[in-house]
C-alpha cells in the first residue's frame, strides 16, 4: 500500500471503541489542554482582535458553529480558523519533540467543528482526533523535521493540514477513498513559514489556525465529491518530495495502528517554545538549591541543538532584545532570564519584558550550541544550563523537559494549568464543568455539547 492508502485506510477504520484505553484516556487530557489554551487567548491574546474582525468582514461569523470563550457563533470554516489559532496563540499548547510539531490546534478544532456540522457524537469526534494527531505526526516524521525546518517551513502547519483533514474526513464518516481525496485536496494548502521569527509576527498562530480551517474544507469538499489529487503525500510532486530534501516514506507507516504516535505528545508547562524548557527547568532548580537573588547572576549559557538555536538563540542580538511577545516567546535569554529572577515562566511574565531586573539580565545570558545536547536529538528537546554565580559554575542538564511523555503532568497538574487560564474568562464554576466535559468527550451524545460549554454566559453559567 501507498503511504496514503494506508493512512486513508487506518483513518477510515478508527473507532474509539477499539483503541487502547490509554490512548483515549490521554486524548482526553490532550483536548482539556488545548480547550484552557484558547480560552484565554480568546482574552489575552493580542491577536485576537483584529482575527476576529477580519472574520467578521469576510462573512465567517455567520453560522452556529461555537468557538470557545465566545458568546458569538460563528460558521463553522470561521469557527476552525479560530479556534485553531486561539489554542496556538499562547505558544502553550502540547508538543511533540521528534516531530517538531504542535498537533492539538490545528486537529481538535477541526474535529469539533466537522462533528457541530454533523451532529456527531463525542466517540466520533474521538475518532477523528485521534486519527488526526496519526497522520500529522507521522507526516513530520517522515519528513523528518529537521530537514523540513532546514527549508525554512513550519510543521504544524504543513503537517497541521493533514492532520486536520483526516480528523474532519473522520468525524464525517468518509471512506478510505474519502479521505484520500480529502488529503489530496488538502496538498494545495499545506503552508508555513518560519519568516515569523524576523519581526516577532504573528503569523505563526494564523497559519496553525489556517490549517485547521483548511483541513475541515478539504474534508468538506471530499465529502461533497469534490477529487483530490492522487498520490498526495508519496507522489511525485507530493507533500514528502516536495517539502523535504530526503523524506523517508516508511517511517509514516512504522508500526501504524499498533503504536500511537500520540502518546509520544507532550505538554507544555510554560508558555513558550518548548526548546527553551529544559532551560527553564535547569533555572528554576538551581534558583531553588541555591536560593539564588538575580543579581548574583554573573553570566549563564544555555547549551542548545542547532535546531533549537534557530529557534530561541539566534540571532543573538535580536534574541537578547524582545520587544514583543513572540520574541519573548521565542528568545532563551528571556525566559532563562524570567526563571532566574522570578522562580516561574507564566503567562504573566510577559508583562516583564521591560522590566529592569530582567533587562539587567538579558546580557549576561548567551545560547550556544552544545555537542552533548545535539547528540540527544530529535528524540528529547534537551538543554544544558551552564551558571555562573557566587565565584562559581554550576551545570544542570535536562534530557527531558517537564511534560514530554517521559516525565508527563499528573492529571491534577494538568487541571491546575487549565483552571490557570480558563477560570479568569469564564469563572471556576462554568470551568470547571468544561474540563469535566473534556474528560468525558468520547461518552458524550453530541461533541457540540462540549463546545456550549466552553461559551461565556451573561448570568456567568456555563451552557448546559
Request: net charge negative; hydrophobic share 50%; with cysteine.
Given at each position: 500500500m501507498t503511504v496514503t492508502s494506508a493512512l486513508s485506510a487506518f483513518t477510515a477504520g478508527l473507532r474509539t471503541e477499539a483503541l487502547p484505553p490509554e490512548v483515549v484516556a490521554r486524548a482526553r487530557l490532550l483536548v482539556l489542554d488545548l480547550l484552557g489554551n484558547a480560552v484565554r487567548a480568546r482574552r489575552d491574546a493580542e491577536s485576537t482582535p483584529p482575527l476576529l474582525a477580519a472574520v467578521r468582514a469576510l462573512g465567517l461569523d455567520r453560522g452556529e458553529a461555537r468557538v470557545v470563550g465566545d458568546s458569538a457563533t460563528f460558521s463553522p470554516a470561521g469557527a476552525a480558523l479560530v479556534n485553531a489559532t486561539l489554542g496556538h496563540s499562547l505558544?502553550?499548547?502540547?508538543?511533540?519533540?521528534?516531530?517538531?510539531?504542535?498537533?492539538?490546534?490545528?486537529?481538535?478544532?477541526?474535529?469539533?467543528?466537522?462533528?457541530?456540522?454533523?451532529?456527531?457524537?463525542?466517540?466520533?469526534a474521538m475518532a477523528g482526533i485521534v486519527a488526526g494527531y496519526e497522520v500529522a505526526l507521522r507526516l513530520a516524521l517522515a519528513l523528518p523535521a529537521g530537514a523540513h525546518y532546514d527549508r525554512g517551513f513550519h510543521p504544524s502547519a504543513t503537517c497541521g493540514a493533514f492532520g486536520a483533514a483526516a480528523a474532519a474526513a473522520r468525524v464525517f464518516g468518509l471512506d478510505a477513498a474519502g479521505v484520500a481525496s480529502a488529503l489530496g485536496i488538502a496538498l494545495s494548502?499545506?503552508?508555513?513559514?518560519?519568516?515569523?521569527?524576523?519581526?516577532?509576527?504573528?503569523?505563526?498562530?494564523?497559519q496553525v489556525g489556517?490549517?485547521?480551517?483548511a483541513g475541515l474544507a478539504a474534508a468538506a469538499?471530499?465529502?461533497?465529491?469534490?477529487?483530490?489529487?492522487?498520490?498526495?503525500?508519496e507522489g511525485k510532486h507530493g507533500f514528502l518530495n516536495a517539502y523535504a530534501p530526503s523524506p523517508n516514506p516508511s517511517r509514516a507507516l512504522r508500526d501504524l495502528g499498533d503504536v500511537f504516535e500520540l502518546m509520544a505528545t507532550g505538554v507544555k508547562p510554560y508558555p513558550s517554545c518548548r526548546w527553551g524548557h529544559a532551560g527553564i527547568d535547569a533555572a528554576l532548580a538551581l534558583r531553588a538549591e541555591l536560593g539564588l537573588k538575580p543579581e548574583e547572576v554573573e553570566g549563564a549559557t544555555l547549551g542548545l541543538s542547532r535546531a533549537a538555536l534557530l529557534l530561541v538563540g539566534e540571532p543573538a542580538a535580536r534574541k537578547a532584545d524582545p520587544q514583543n511577545v513572540v520574541d519573548g516567546q521565542f528568545?532563551?535569554?528571556?525566559?532563562?532570564?524570567c526563571a532566574l529572577a522570578t522562580g516561574r515562566m507564566d503567562w504573566d511574565s510577559y508583562g516583564l519584558l521591560h522590566d529592569p531586573t530582567i533587562r539587567a539580565l538579558l546580557p549576561r545570558i548567551a545560547c550556544a550550541h552544545d555537542e552533548e545536547i545535539e547528540a540527544e536529538f530529535p528524540a528529547n528537546m534537551s538543554g544544558k544550563l551552564t551558571l555562573r554565580a557566587r565565584g562559581q559554575v554550576f551545570t544542570r542538564k535536562v534530557v527531558v523537559p517537564k511534560g514530554e511523555p517521559a516525565n508527563f503532568p499528573t492529571d491534577g497538574e494538568l487541571r491546575a494549568k487549565f483552571a490557570g487560564l480558563a477560570d479568569a474568562v469564564l469563572g471556576a464554576g462554568p470551568a470547571a464543568r468544561l474540563a469535566e466535559g473534556a474528560l468525558r468527550l468520547d461518552r458524550l451524545n453530541e461533541a457540540a455539547t462540549l463546545l456550549h460549554l466552553a461559551a461565556p454566559q451573561a448570568d456567568g453559567r456555563a451552557a448546559a
Amino acid at each position: 500500500m501507498t503511504v496514503t492508502s494506508a493512512l486513508s485506510a487506518f483513518t477510515a477504520g478508527l473507532r474509539t471503541e477499539a483503541l487502547p484505553p490509554e490512548v483515549v484516556a490521554r486524548a482526553r487530557l490532550l483536548v482539556l489542554d488545548l480547550l484552557g489554551n484558547a480560552v484565554r487567548a480568546r482574552r489575552d491574546a493580542e491577536s485576537t482582535p483584529p482575527l476576529l474582525a477580519a472574520v467578521r468582514a469576510l462573512g465567517l461569523d455567520r453560522g452556529e458553529a461555537r468557538v470557545v470563550g465566545d458568546s458569538a457563533t460563528f460558521s463553522p470554516a470561521g469557527a476552525a480558523l479560530v479556534n485553531a489559532t486561539l489554542g496556538h496563540s499562547l505558544d502553550f499548547d502540547d508538543t511533540h519533540a521528534e516531530a517538531v510539531l504542535h498537533p492539538g490546534a490545528p486537529v481538535i478544532p477541526a474535529a469539533l467543528a466537522a462533528a457541530e456540522m454533523t451532529g456527531a457524537s463525542g466517540a466520533e469526534a474521538m475518532a477523528g482526533i485521534v486519527a488526526g494527531y496519526e497522520v500529522a505526526l507521522r507526516l513530520a516524521l517522515a519528513l523528518p523535521a529537521g530537514a523540513h525546518y532546514d527549508r525554512g517551513f513550519h510543521p504544524s502547519a504543513t503537517c497541521g493540514a493533514f492532520g486536520a483533514a483526516a480528523a474532519a474526513a473522520r468525524v464525517f464518516g468518509l471512506d478510505a477513498a474519502g479521505v484520500a481525496s480529502a488529503l489530496g485536496i488538502a496538498l494545495s494548502q499545506s503552508a508555513g513559514s518560519l519568516q515569523f521569527l524576523a519581526n516577532g509576527a504573528w503569523t505563526k498562530r494564523f497559519q496553525v489556525g489556517w490549517a485547521g480551517m483548511a483541513g475541515l474544507a478539504a474534508a468538506a469538499l471530499a465529502r461533497e465529491g469534490f477529487k483530490g489529487a492522487a498520490d498526495p503525500i508519496e507522489g511525485k510532486h507530493g507533500f514528502l518530495n516536495a517539502y523535504a530534501p530526503s523524506p523517508n516514506p516508511s517511517r509514516a507507516l512504522r508500526d501504524l495502528g499498533d503504536v500511537f504516535e500520540l502518546m509520544a505528545t507532550g505538554v507544555k508547562p510554560y508558555p513558550s517554545c518548548r526548546w527553551g524548557h529544559a532551560g527553564i527547568d535547569a533555572a528554576l532548580a538551581l534558583r531553588a538549591e541555591l536560593g539564588l537573588k538575580p543579581e548574583e547572576v554573573e553570566g549563564a549559557t544555555l547549551g542548545l541543538s542547532r535546531a533549537a538555536l534557530l529557534l530561541v538563540g539566534e540571532p543573538a542580538a535580536r534574541k537578547a532584545d524582545p520587544q514583543n511577545v513572540v520574541d519573548g516567546q521565542f528568545s532563551g535569554p528571556f525566559v532563562i532570564a524570567c526563571a532566574l529572577a522570578t522562580g516561574r515562566m507564566d503567562w504573566d511574565s510577559y508583562g516583564l519584558l521591560h522590566d529592569p531586573t530582567i533587562r539587567a539580565l538579558l546580557p549576561r545570558i548567551a545560547c550556544a550550541h552544545d555537542e552533548e545536547i545535539e547528540a540527544e536529538f530529535p528524540a528529547n528537546m534537551s538543554g544544558k544550563l551552564t551558571l555562573r554565580a557566587r565565584g562559581q559554575v554550576f551545570t544542570r542538564k535536562v534530557v527531558v523537559p517537564k511534560g514530554e511523555p517521559a516525565n508527563f503532568p499528573t492529571d491534577g497538574e494538568l487541571r491546575a494549568k487549565f483552571a490557570g487560564l480558563a477560570d479568569a474568562v469564564l469563572g471556576a464554576g462554568p470551568a470547571a464543568r468544561l474540563a469535566e466535559g473534556a474528560l468525558r468527550l468520547d461518552r458524550l451524545n453530541e461533541a457540540a455539547t462540549l463546545l456550549h460549554l466552553a461559551a461565556p454566559q451573561a448570568d456567568g453559567r456555563a451552557a448546559a
